[in-house]
């Protein structure tokens, strides 16, 4: 159940879907009042869920990123049918209009969020406006307990997610946390994916200050004996591009996809993890972990719950890059360490982020939730 979109895949159920919103930009007038009227309550998103419904007839119904497209309408049909919901949290948007919890400059405390503090983030689209009257919106549906009464299971990636769930009022018993899985992990592969000679440290993320992309080139001035690859794309790329030029340490190589990527981790000695912003989960860490590469990340949300300093990687204080530096130093300075951390990096992540453990663990809250009710 989606909305439609020309990049759809083809869907036996598309004539169910939802009519498609344009949010690339804030609308004003008539156009802004029916996009917020839309987040609040998406009457059409609410009546097309109920025939889907009746058509389909589900056990279970796992959502994920409703909010301002489909809204919390589509859970009333579940209530009044008594089908059992879970939700995957991806992000704080359960939280905050702010769903990244970060004002441009630092990671922001969910307990201490208020609806000004929000605003001022301008986290929508750049506009005061439009981040107050969602975060208004937002404030609401929470109030009115829109989502809480139908759904019966929250399911955060990290305890950092889960505890911001509860910081700002959604009921504890109904969380669990079941951690992503990682691509990479090959069903009874017991080694990690095949390696060439490991060098250098890895940068993959998408290029923006929250991501830290600025305190890898600091780290790379700072050790020109040490070659950093950087991998992804976003409003930094120029001004990576433009270091890359002064750097012979340095080399940029855009956006790759999974297996060029898992690839390019593989070889590394060292992926390095540098977000400010408080990661919900941390993909590309557990993915480094998958192929048997040590990370190093920074202390920022979900990140430092998968790490134990010295056993499957290392932690530094997020944003400080005397701490990166000096951790960084002492890792290259002793080789064997970092050989050592791969495996018990690699022992992690089939633990934690097998897909068929994940699977086998999110069919357990199926049949749990369906038997209970």
């Given at each position: 159940?989606?909305?439609?979109?020309?990049?759809?895949?083809?869907?036996?159920?598309?004539?169910?879907?939802?009519?498609?919103?344009?949010?690339?930009?804030?609308?004003?007038?008539?156009?802004?009042?029916?996009?917020?009227?839309?987040?609040?309550?998406?009457?059409?998103?609410?009546?097309?869920?109920?025939?889907?419904?009746?058509?389909?007839?589900?056990?279970?119904?796992?959502?994920?990123?409703?909010?301002?497209?489909?809204?919390?309408?589509?859970?009333?049909?579940?209530?009044?049918?008594?089908?059992?919901?879970?939700?995957?949290?991806?992000?704080?948007?359960?939280?905050?209009?702010?769903?990244?919890?970060?004002?441009?400059?630092?990671?922001?405390?969910?307990?201490?969020?208020?609806?000004?503090?929000?605003?001022?983030?301008?986290?929508?689209?750049?506009?005061?406006?439009?981040?107050?009257?969602?975060?208004?919106?937002?404030?609401?549906?929470?109030?009115?307990?829109?989502?809480?009464?139908?759904?019966?299971?929250?399911?955060?990636?990290?305890?950092?997610?889960?505890?911001?769930?509860?910081?700002?009022?959604?009921?504890?018993?109904?969380?669990?946390?079941?951690?992503?899985?990682?691509?990479?992990?090959?069903?009874?592969?017991?080694?990690?994916m095949p390696r060439g000679l490991r060098?250098?440290?890895?940068?993959?993320?998408?290029?923006?200050?929250?991501?830290?992309?600025?305190?890898?080139l600091k780290a790379?001035?700072?050790?020109?004996?040490?070659?950093?690859?950087?991998?992804?794309?976003?409003?930094?790329?120029?001004?990576?591009?433009?270091?890359?030029?002064?750097?012979?340490?340095?080399?940029?190589?855009?956006?790759?996809?999974?297996?060029?990527?898992?690839?390019?981790?593989?070889?590394?000695?060292?992926?390095?993890?540098?977000?400010?912003?408080?990661?919900?989960?941390?993909?590309?860490?557990?993915?480094?972990?998958?192929?048997?590469?040590?990370?190093?990340?920074?202390?920022?949300?979900?990140?430092?719950?998968?790490?134990?300093?010295?056993?499957?990687?290392?932690?530094?204080?997020?944003?400080?890059?005397?701490?990166?530096?000096?951790?960084?130093?002492?890792?290259?300075?002793?080789?064997?360490?970092?050989?050592?951390?791969?495996?018990?990096?690699?022992?992690?992540?089939?633990?934690?982020?097998?897909?068929?453990?994940?699977?086998?663990?999110?069919?357990?809250?199926?049949?749990?939730?369906?038997?209970?009710?």
């Open positions: 159940f989606a909305l439609h979109d020309p990049r759809n895949a083809p869907s036996a159920w598309d004539k169910y879907f939802v009519s498609s919103l344009d949010t690339s930009r804030v609308g004003f007038g008539l156009d802004g009042v029916r996009q917020l009227i839309r987040a609040f309550w998406c009457r059409e998103a609410e009546q097309k869920m109920r025939k889907l419904l009746a058509a389909f007839k589900p056990d279970m119904v796992h959502l994920h990123n409703a909010y301002t497209h489909l809204s919390p309408s589509v859970l009333r049909p579940c209530k009044q049918a008594g089908i059992p919901v879970v939700m995957t949290v991806h992000d704080y948007a359960l939280v905050s209009a702010n769903y990244g919890l970060w004002d441009g400059t630092q990671a922001m405390n969910a307990a201490q969020l208020n609806w000004l503090k929000v605003a001022r983030t301008r986290f929508i689209k750049g506009s005061f406006l439009a981040t107050f009257l969602l975060e208004g919106v937002y404030r609401l549906q929470r109030a009115l307990r829109l989502y809480d009464r139908a759904i019966d299971t929250y399911l955060p990636s990290s305890n950092f997610v889960a505890e911001a769930l509860i910081a700002t009022g959604y009921p504890k018993n109904k969380i669990q946390i079941l951690s992503l899985f990682s691509g990479n992990l090959l069903p009874g592969i017991e080694l990690p060098s250098g440290v890895l940068y993959a993320g998408r290029l923006e200050d929250y991501k830290g992309i600025d305190l890898v790379a001035h700072a050790f020109p004996k040490i070659d950093f690859l950087i991998a992804g794309t976003g409003p930094k790329e120029d001004e990576v591009r433009e270091e890359v030029r002064h750097l012979e340490n340095v080399q940029y190589l855009g956006f790759l996809p999974g297996d060029a990527l898992w690839q390019q981790m593989a070889d590394a000695q060292l992926v390095v993890v540098p977000s400010r912003w408080p990661e919900p989960y941390g993909l590309v860490a557990i993915e480094a972990m998958a192929c048997g590469t040590p990370v190093m990340v920074s202390n920022a949300g979900g990140l430092p719950e998968k790490i134990k300093d010295g056993v499957n990687g290392v932690v530094f204080t997020a944003g400080d890059i005397q701490d990166l530096t000096t951790k960084l130093k002492a890792a290259f300075k002793h080789p064997k360490d970092l050989e050592r951390m791969g495996e018990g990096a690699f022992r992690y992540a089939k633990a934690q982020a097998d897909p068929k453990k994940h699977l086998d663990r999110l069919l357990e809250i199926y049949t749990s939730q369906v038997i209970h009710r």
